[in-house]
């Protein structure tokens, strides 16, 4: 809690349906950080750290390729971590600074996005976590017709994070997103009005 702003943590599996549960939740005015955009406007920055540590992750424009970089950390956890190390304190820094600015401007309710709240600890930083979940089944079938990974890839990413159950259990709230966008938005309803 900073100066009357709430700020929960939302997560849940890869493909369970983070984005969409922010998007409805921003529909109700009540605003969301997305920690993949505040690492997007961070990357620049760090341009040169990521550089040094994958050289083979920078495209010939010399910019940062986010797939091949997704790939490499995806594939063996100390390079995540090496990732996290240098992308986090920064994303903290930025993240700071817009929910400062929320409260300033009388926000009560805010919520930040981001996939690896459980696995690094920092769910415990927030007011309250929100774990969307959905069954193993539909969020390899979602990540599937994304289009963009194949059926080995999007098993890995699955894989990669704790199981679904680990977040549940830290978890002080839950939205249930394995059925239609209706069920889940009337469940992200009562969710606003229960912390508002
Ligand atoms: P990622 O971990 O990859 O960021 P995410 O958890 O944010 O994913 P979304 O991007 O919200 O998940 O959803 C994954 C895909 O499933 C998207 O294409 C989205 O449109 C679709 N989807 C999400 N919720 C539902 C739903 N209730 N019914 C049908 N499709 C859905």
Redesign the pocket.
């Known amino acids: 809690m900073r100066d009357g702003l709430k700020v929960l943590g939302l997560t ?12 409805l939740i921003s529909e109700l005015g009540v605003p969301v950080l997305d920690a ?1 955009q505040l690492a997007r406007e961070v990357v620049e920055p760090a341009l040169a750290e990521v550089a040094a540590a994958w050289p083979q992750a920078i495209g010939p424009d010399g910019k940062v390729h986010r797939k091949r970089l997704a790939d490499i950390v995806f594939a063996d956890p100390a390079q995540r971590l090496r990732l996290e190390a240098i992308m986090h304190p920064r994303i903290q820094a930025l993240a700071n600074e817009r929910l400062d600015a929320l409260a300033a401007k009388g926000h009560p309710l805010a919520f930040y ?1 981001a ?1 690896l709240l459980v696995e690094s600890g920092r769910y415990k930083d927030f007011d309250g976590l929100v774990v ?1 979940t ?1 069954a193993p089944e539909t969020q390899l079938e ?2 599937l ?2 289009g963009d990974l194949s059926q080995g890839e999007a098993q890995a990413r699955i894989d990669a994070q704790l199981p679904l159950l680990a977040k549940v259990r830290v978890a002080t709230h839950l939205v249930d ?5 209706d ?2 938005k009337t469940q992200v309803e009562r969710l606003v009005a229960s912390l508002r």
């Open positions: 849940g599996g890869i493909g369970s349906g983070k984005s969409t549960v922010a998007r993949d996005e996939s969307v959905a979602r990540l017709a994304r997103n394995d059925a239609d966008l069920a889940t």
